[in-house]
């Protein structure tokens, strides 16, 4: 199984910046994505951006230019960094894991998430 651990939420103020960081144990399948959702009261859970094992990222548009996303090889650990927030990017975020096994098995795993509010 496979455990992830989110970081770094908080309050800010509108167009500051906070980096988010995401840390996944156990058995994480070589072929693998990492990546990160966010879900407001009252929305759906919202898919921001991912990256694989082999480093290419996935961005959804609403987010381009603002969040970047990054890994870091050789401690299963995904980053988002996210700047020019603005009160709508208020919402729990969560780090996700989507992997294959060599049977062609897949499987997705979630961390409990962390808060992040924009406000002044």
């Known amino acids: 199984q496979v455990q992830l651990v989110e970081s770094g939420g908080g309050l800010v103020q509108p167009g500051g910046s906070l980096r988010l960081s995401c840390v996944a144990s156990?058995?994480?399948?070589?072929?693998?994505?990492m990546g990160w959702y966010r879900q407001a009261p009252g929305k759906e859970r919202e898919f921001l951006a991912s990256i694989t094992n082999r480093l290419m990222p996935n961005y959804a548009d609403s987010v381009k230019g603002r969040f970047t996303v990054s890994r870091e090889i050789g401690k299963n650990t995904v980053y988002l960094q996210m700047s020019s927030l603005k009160p709508e990017d208020t919402a729990v975020y969560s780090c996700?894991?989507?992997?294959?096994?060599?049977?062609?098995?897949?499987?997705?795993?979630w961390g409990q998430g962390t808060q992040v509010t924009v406000s002044s």
């Open positions: 996700n894991l989507r992997g294959i096994t060599g049977s062609s098995r897949i499987y997705s795993y």
């Open positions: 156990g058995s994480i399948f070589r072929d693998n994505a």
